[in-house]
Each structure stands twice: as structure tokens, then as C-alpha cells.
Nanobody
Framework: QVQVVESGGGLVRPGGSLRLSCSASGRAVGIRPMGWFRQAPGKEREFVAAHSSLGTGTYYADSVKGRFTISMDNDKHTVYLQMTSLKADDTAVYYC???????????????WGQGTQVTVSP
């Protein structure tokens, strides 16, 4: 399993920016890709972005492409999500997890951390 701690969420106005962080530990950390997911009220959790643990490859959901940037500090087993041009639709609890494989939108584990709340509101 993996243990994660997400942080960096908050309240921001439309058009603003936030940087999320996720520290991970446990099996497969540093081997499997790491990704961000989010869950808005009343909606299912959805994939946001992922980063290879073995290189620099990244991929994104269409809804955030060009606005969000995922990066990783592999030595610290930490993944970041830089969010810019935030919209009300980005309001959600953001979670991180390992990915089952690079290019996938599926998390490796079905257990989740507490997440970090991002609220975009005037």
C-alpha cells in the first residue's frame, strides 16, 4: 500500500493559482507513476494528471491541459501540481496516488489519503 499526505489547497479567486504537494511512502513509490485525482461534490473522482517516476513523462486530463503542470522530486518521493488560471469547475478535493501504469488514468491502489480542498470562488 501507499501512504500519502496532500497539502497546499485553499480558497482562491477565479484566474488565481495554487500549488499542491503530495508526499508518498510505501511499496512501489519511486517505481510506479504518481498522479493527481480530484472529486467535486456530487461527482465521481476523476483523473487530473500523472508523472512518470522513471523519467520526465507527464500526461493530463483534457480539462486541465495547458493550465496545470505536474512535477516530481523523486528523491523526496513528492509530486506537485501547479494550478493556474483556476476556474470554479476546478473546485474539488484533490488526491494523489500511484498509477497502475504510465498512460493510465487508473490508480494503483483503492485507498486514498485525506486529500486537500481547493475552492475557486470570487
Amino acid at each position: 500500500q501507499v501512504q500519502v499526505v496532500e497539502s497546499g489547497g485553499g480558497l482562491v479567486r477565479p484566474g488565481g493559482s495554487l500549488r499542491l504537494s503530495c508526499s508518498a511512502s510505501g511499496r512501489a513509490v519511486g517505481i510506479r507513476p504518481m498522479g493527481w485525482f480530484r472529486q467535486a461534490p456530487g461527482k465521481e473522482r476523476e483523473f487530473v494528471a500523472a508523472h512518470s517516476s522513471l523519467g520526465t513523462g507527464t500526461y493530463y486530463a483534457d480539462s486541465v491541459k495547458g493550465r496545470f503542470t505536474i512535477s516530481m522530486d523523486n528523491d523526496k518521493h513528492t509530486v506537485y501540481l501547479q494550478m493556474t488560471s483556476l476556474k470554479a469547475d476546478d473546485t474539488a478535493v484533490y488526491y494523489c496516488n500511484l498509477m497502475d501504469k504510465f498512460g493510465s488514468r487508473v490508480a494503483l491502489y483503492d485507498t486514498w489519503g485525506q486529500g486537500t480542498q481547493v475552492t475557486v470562488s470570487p
